[in-house]
């Protein structure tokens, strides 16, 4: 079994937006944005569902990175 580092606090990533230069933040897991239920789904289950097929293979979980300069949004793909 495989954990994601930065769903259990384990470790921060800082990413620097590529449209301004600011500080992006991690806004969480992207499936958790799908629907009200989604955050209390099984994860490995919503990474199938979740229309990136690399994030199910390979161990990597979708996080969505957003910049609060200039409201620009990036899916990062977080080794497990």
Known sequence: ???CPICNGLREI???CTHCGGQ???SGR???YYDDYSPYMEIDLMKME???PDSNSGGKCPHLYQCP???KDQVI???E
Do not use: A, E, V
């Open 1 to 3: 079994m495989s954990i």
């Open 14 to 16: 800082n990413l620097l």
């Open 24 to 26: 992006m933040l991690d």
């Open 30 to 32: 992207l499936m958790d």
């Open 50 to 52: 979740d229309g990136y």
């Open 69 to 71: 300069s200039c409201q």
């Open 77 to 79: 793909f977080i080794k």
